[in-house]
């Protein structure tokens, strides 16, 4: 498993290779963000309601000649005046693409601030570049159910 200065170095050069229009990307996107209110399960701590929502996103290419997978997940909670999220950082293997926390968690990677920061810019470059109309990005963006066990 990769460590997390490594990544954070990759993440920064793919980053950079995806600004200079060099990188292939292949992102897949799954997420309740925009699903109905009233679907969206909630949660009840100390006084406070939480909707709940949740978003994966897949980040594949090749890189340096090997293929290159993460996966991200993030878990927000919004109520009427805060919002908070868990942010998760996953490198399976390449069969693996699967948006279930439970299958995802053996490959877990220790995320600090740094390295959930590393994988946003990643994400905003990505998304600036689509709206550029790159021909370099190919996304998908699907909703999703959520349900809290």
């Not at 460590?3 to 309740?32: D, F, H, P, Y």
């Not at 909707?51 to 340096?64: A, G, N, P, R």
């Not at 601030?113 to 963006?141: C, F, N, P, R």
Request: contains cysteine; charged residues 25%.
């Amino acid at each position: 498993m990769k460590s997390q200065k490594v990544l954070q170095n990759e993440l920064r050069e793919l980053t950079k290779l995806t600004r200079q229009g060099r990188q292939n990307w292949e992102v897949i996107v799954s997420t309740t963000e925009y699903n109905d209110s009233q679907e969206k399960p909630t949660v009840n701590e100390e006084g406070v309601t939480w909707e709940v929502d949740e978003c994966y996103v897949s980040y594949h290419t090749t890189y340096k000649g090997e293929e290159f997978l993460l996966i991200s997940y993030e878990m927000l909670h919004k109520s009427e005046n805060q919002q908070r999220s868990t942010n998760l950082i996953f490198l399976p293997p390449l069969g693996i693409r699967y948006f279930d926390i439970h299958t995802l968690l053996p490959y877990s990677i220790e995320a600090d601030q740094i390295l959930a920061y590393e994988v946003h810019q990643l994400w905003e470059t990505i998304l600036s570049e689509k709206k550029k109309g790159s021909s370099m990005i190919s996304l998908d963006v699907s909703p999703r159910q959520l349900t809290i066990e």
